[in-house]
């Protein structure tokens, strides 16, 4: 996808929208059913403050969710809408002629992620959760001369989509939860 502004050769990634509705959707059926369920049952947290944790979590995980990745002629760059303020969430930049290579890395799970090592020796973490990932790595060879043949995504799609069928079902039976809760007559 190609980016909106006076850099026509800019390329813009976002989150897969996948991914994106996984999460969120995942983050909704954890955490909705339980103001309910703290008045069913007298619990000493207040629902009302449980709403405010709820609402504070889910724009938390959203901006979480904003990253994107631009590749221009200059460098990659990770960046975050405006709103997100820094301290929470921190983007990079790296020029093209600072990066030496990529460094695979394995994960506590057995997976594979990706740094970029600049010059000076500094990790860069390469995003791999985006729409559009082969095309990136492409652009990354392209500009880099750094062989990406071999980099695949972290998580492949169908994870996704059996965690999004796991969670739809988790959502049908939080609105059993929910409607057993209000039927119980103690939510006004």
């Given at each position: 996808m190609t980016a909106n502004s006076a850099d026509t050769s800019a390329s813009i990634f976002r989150l897969s929208p996948l991914i994106?509705?996984?999460?969120?959707s995942l983050y909704v059926a954890l955490t909705v059913p339980l103001p309910f369920l703290a008045e069913v049952t007298a619990a000493p947290l207040p629902p009302r403050l449980l709403w405010v944790g709820i609402s504070i979590g889910l724009?938390?995980?959203?901006?979480v969710l904003t990253e994107r990745v631009i590749l221009d002629d200059q460098g990659i760059q990770v960046t975050y809408p405006t709103w997100v303020p820094g301290f929470f969430r921190k983007g990079w930049s790296l020029p093209w002629?600072?990066?030496?290579?990529?460094?695979?890395?394995?994960?506590?799970q057995g997976g594979m992620v990706y740094y970029f090592l600049s010059q000076d020796g500094?990790?860069?973490?390469l995003p791999m959760r985006v729409a559009g990932f082969g095309q990136m790595v492409r652009?990354?060879?392209?500009?880099?001369?750094?062989?990406?043949t071999d980099i695949s995504t972290l998580a492949q799609p169908w994870m996704y989509l059996?965690?999004?069928g796991c969670t739809?079902?988790?959502?049908?039976?939080?609105?059993w939860t929910i409607t057993t809760a209000l039927s119980m007559g103690k939510l006004t």
């Amino acid at each position: 996808m190609t980016a909106n502004s006076a850099d026509t050769s800019a390329s813009i990634f976002r989150l897969s929208p996948l991914i994106r509705m996984t999460l969120l959707s995942l983050y909704v059926a954890l955490t909705v059913p339980l103001p309910f369920l703290a008045e069913v049952t007298a619990a000493p947290l207040p629902p009302r403050l449980l709403w405010v944790g709820i609402s504070i979590g889910l724009v938390a995980l959203y901006a979480v969710l904003t990253e994107r990745v631009i590749l221009d002629d200059q460098g990659i760059q990770v960046t975050y809408p405006t709103w997100v303020p820094g301290f929470f969430r921190k983007g990079w930049s790296l020029p093209w002629s600072e990066i030496k290579e990529l460094k695979p890395r394995t994960t506590g799970q057995g997976g594979m992620v990706y740094y970029f090592l600049s010059q000076d020796g500094k990790a860069y973490l390469l995003p791999m959760r985006v729409a559009g990932f082969g095309q990136m790595v492409r652009q990354v060879q392209v500009k880099t001369g750094i062989d990406t043949t071999d980099i695949s995504t972290l998580a492949q799609p169908w994870m996704y989509l059996i965690l999004l069928g796991c969670t739809l079902l988790l959502l049908l039976i939080d609105a059993w939860t929910i409607t057993t809760a209000l039927s119980m007559g103690k939510l006004t």
